[in-house]
């Protein structure tokens, strides 16, 4: 019975150290910001209103941008269905329109963060990194 109980707390021990044991790179993340960061918001960057208009303007163009890209990545998707419905499949011509799909979604994200890129300081840009994943094309 003795060994019962001490074998509860170690567990209880363990599972509470778990509770508190923290991951180095979410705490330099979040320190600075003091605050839950909120997904495309550019608050913790601490931008000049000069930058704001720039990144403004720069969101502006890419967004019409990204709606031409999700229209044409609809009709790729569409020819991707119609070629596997097909007897026998083409994998050389399923694979040049799934890479066109692929080669479309990089330019345009590299584009974009490129020229934002050219408004941040090295310091935003540093912030901004802990975040990129969330500005990729989807």
């Known amino acids: 019975m003795k060994r019962l109980k001490i ?3 170690l567990c209880s021990l363990f599972l509470l150290t778990q509770l508190f044991a923290s991951d180095h790179k979410y705490e330099h ?3 600075e ?3 839950t960061h909120i997904y495309k918001n550019l608050d913790y960057l601490q931008l000049s209103s000069q930058q704001t208009e720039e990144i403004k303007n720069i969101l502006i163009k890419y967004r019409k941008k990204y709606a031409h890209y999700a229209q044409k990545r609809a009709r790729k998707e569409s020819s991707l269905k119609e070629l596997f419905k097909k007897d026998s499949f083409d994998e050389k ?3 040049e329109a799934l890479e066109e799909i692929i080669e479309d979604e990089i330019e345009l994200e590299t584009k974009m963060l490129k020229k934002i890129h050219s408004v941040l300081s090295p310091k935003q840009r540093e912030k901004f990194s802990y ?3 969330e500005w990729r094309v989807e």
């Open 131 to 133: 975040y990129l994943k």
């Open 7 to 9: 074998l509860v707390v």
């Open 33 to 35: 910001h003091n605050s």
């Open 29 to 31: 993340e979040y320190e």
């Open 93 to 95: 011509e399923y694979e």
